[in-house]
């Protein structure tokens, strides 16, 4: 088993940028494919990015391609996502998720455990 907590988040101006990380603990972060999704007011949750165990191979939705960035320390047990050229579109509650499954999906039933969720927020 794992805890995730995510830390990171705020308020920033539109074109701005924010590196949220994601720390585990318990089991290490690397037996895990782990993910980021985003769920913003009134809305569902949805996939952002999503990486695998190794850190090899990563999605990204198309919303966010070529601005968001996700990476992995697996020595320090930490995820990262580093969004660049933010826009108050992308307000939102940002969750990490992890998984033991083998192989990167974006599905997001197929997360078992999940963090509390930072508030990202930008501004106009």
């Known amino acids: 088993q794992v805890q995730l907590v995510e830390s990171g988040g705020g308020l920033v101006q539109a074109g701005g940028s924010l590196r949220l990380s994601c720390a585990a603990s318990g089991r290490t972060s690397s037996s895990y494919r782990m993910g980021w999704f985003r769920q913003a007011p009134g809305k569902e949750r949805a996939f952002v990015a999503a990486?695998?165990?190794?850190?090899?191979?990563?999605y990204y939705a198309d919303s966010v391609k070529g601005r968001f960035t996700i990476s992995r320390d697996n020595a320090k047990n930490t995820v990262y996502l580093q969004m660049n050229s933010l826009k108050p579109e992308d307000t939102a509650v940002y969750y990490c998720?992890?998984?033991?499954?083998?192989?990167?999906?974006?599905?997001?039933?197929?997360?078992?455990?999940w963090g509390q969720g930072t508030q990202v927020t930008v501004s106009s």
């Open positions: 990486l695998s165990r190794g850190g090899g191979n990563a």
């Open positions: 998720a992890a998984d033991r499954g083998a192989v990167v999906t974006t599905t997001i039933r197929a997360y078992e455990y």
